[in-house]
């Protein structure tokens, strides 16, 4: 099939027709990569690197953790972690508690107007280095 375009102002509406549709199919595509890779608002985030961040909501929980277990830790260094926005922000942690031992520890940091400190919520025990940290 062959479009013939006989008229000269007609070839640019054609031509200004296919930039558009593509510079729309472009962000189109570009879009929704974007949205697949992106964690939806209340869904739990890609894993990430322990920061200084998650030390410090580590280190807060960590009394709480240890009442909770019934157990003193020599070590309490978060390995890695998910994050679940909410009002506030949820934390699942991997944290090391010495002799290659795991715990994955759920703690829930409140907005920072509150003024609130980041508050233990749940744990779970018998995890190793390479268990996923999944919602619970």
Known sequence: MRFMIQNPSSQLFTVQFLTKLL????????????????????????????????QEVADKVRDSVEERTNTSYSQFT?????????????YFM??????????????????PHTKEDPRYT?????KGKDDEIEFF
């Open 78 to 90: 978060v390995v890695s972690y998910k994050k679940q926005t909410v009002a506030g922000t949820n």
């Open 23 to 54: 510079l729309v199919l472009f962000v189109a595509v570009v879009f929704q990569s974007a949205v697949v890779t992106m964690v939806r608002p209340g869904g739990i985030g890609n894993e990430l690197a322990c920061d200084s961040d998650s």
């Open 122 to 126: 749940d744990h779970l025990s018998g």
């Open 94 to 111: 991997k944290i090391n508690v010495g002799d290659d031992n795991y715990l994955h520890v759920k703690a829930f940091k409140p907005l």
